[in-house]
């Protein structure tokens, strides 16, 4: 016995929290005049688009970007076991690499301490606890969206069985120049294009519970 619970921001009263840091949509154009001072702590908790970007070049820093999010588990009812959990987020776009952009390995990790949508930066965001989870996510060509999933089963059912929100944390492991990739945030105007979480959930498996039972016939030797 179970069900699904689906979380995302505005839905069914969830609050969903997310921002990205570091350079972020427009590698932190902001401050290109004089990039060592600001764009550390540049917040950008209203964007409704986030970017996902690393690379080997340490010459083009002002282009990485990390996303953090926290999702509540409140709607998840209590007293169950997570069966499991998958992050769904829209692909808006891509940095363009001429012709050929490369693909991105964005990679999920679990985050312990809190934080703050409006006042996270690069410089004050938390550290990763644990890597959890990658998924390939493709250079957008069309003009579709695609959706990218991560299996976030077992940070869901820690964070579960600790009575506290879902924190991650998701960065890239490329190499190539212009290898960010672009999401919707949950500031995205319309309800269908933020990310959300899906978590399936079922009843503990007790004495009660007939399905929890095994019947074992004895063995005749013949």
């Given at each position: 016995t179970g069900g699904v619970?689906?979380?995302r921001q505005g839905s069914d009263g969830a609050s969903v929290s997310d921002a990205a840091v570091g350079g972020s949509f427009n590698c932190g154009s902001a401050y290109i005049q004089d990039?060592?001072?600001g764009w550390g702590d540049a917040n950008y908790a209203s964007d409704s688009q986030i970017n996902i970007q690393n690379e080997w070049d340490i010459s083009d820093w002002p282009c990485f970007s990390k996303y953090y999010v926290t999702y509540?588990?409140?709607?998840?009812?209590t007293g169950r076991v997570i069966i499991s959990a998958v992050l769904t987020m829209y692909q808006t776009g891509n940095s363009w690499g001429g012709s050929n952009p490369a693909d991105s390995y964005i990679q999920v990790f679990t985050v312990g301490d809190p934080w703050n949508a409006s006042t996270i930066t690069w410089n004050n965001?938390?550290?990763?606890?644990?890597?959890?989870s990658g998924t390939w996510?493709?250079?957008?060509?069309t003009n579709n969206?695609?959706?990218y999933t991560w299996d976030v089963s077992r940070a869901v059912a820690e964070a579960y069985a600790a009575g506290q929100p879902l924190r991650l944390a998701l960065y890239s492991a490329d190499g190539d120049y212009h290898s960010?990739?672009?999401?919707?945030?949950?500031d995205w105007q319309e309800e269908k294009g933020r990310p959300f979480l899906s978590v399936r959930w079922g009843s503990a498996c007790d004495s009660s519970n007939i399905s929890c039972k095994f019947s074992f016939l004895p063995l005749t030797i013949r």
């Open positions: 619970t689906t979380i990039f060592w001072n509540p588990l409140d709607n998840v009812p965001a938390p550290l990763a606890i644990e890597n959890i996510v493709h250079a957008k060509t969206w695609p959706t960010g990739k672009y999401f919707s945030s949950s």
